[in-house]
């Protein structure tokens, strides 16, 4: 065969192999197509066990997996614990106390145990806004020191029984605020 390259004619010998190499590769492909079945692999091919690391790495998945939900659960969790630490904004935490007139009880009711810790929480969370209000730091004085007062009273003991013994402290706490903030809009408007 002859074939140009350039300008100078060149002679090139094809082997008679590749050609036959060829057909034999193609044939030997055709033959292992024969040989499976629906099963898999015919007989004639040696059984050859999945490497004994597979389920090792299945096993590294799902643990890599679990980690990372889990590691995404705990940042959610630490953003909603960071969320319930972080105060309020004093007229957000008023609010609450406000709507603490809408309800009541009588000592003894069912109620009670539901409404004073309510007032009490409200309570602590106003105070702790007031701490966080950085912008005015003396300005929230006198209804911290309201606050102060109410928590030597039930001593740290935030029982119902305990709350409903000070029950009287608790609410004129929570009305000389009301009445301190209704002096004093611009902290709740």
Sequence with gaps: MSVRIGSVPTRIRMSTAAPAMTDALVGALAGCTGASTSQGPG?????????ANASAVNTENERDKADAEASEAAAADAELEEAINTPQVVRDTFVGLQATYHDGCTP?????????????????????????????PDHFKEPLARISALRTTPAGDNSTA????????????????NTWMQGHPEDHR
């Design 162 to 177: 305990n709350l409903e013994k000070h029950r009287k402290q608790v609410l004129g706490t929570r009305d000389r605020i």
């Design 43 to 51: 007989g004639d091919v040696p059984y050859v066990a999945p490497p």
């Design 108 to 136: 003894g009711d069912g109620n009670c145990a539901y409404f004073l810790g309510r007032v009490n929480d409200q309570l602590t969370g106003l105070d702790k806004s007031m701490r966080a209000d950085t912008e005015r």
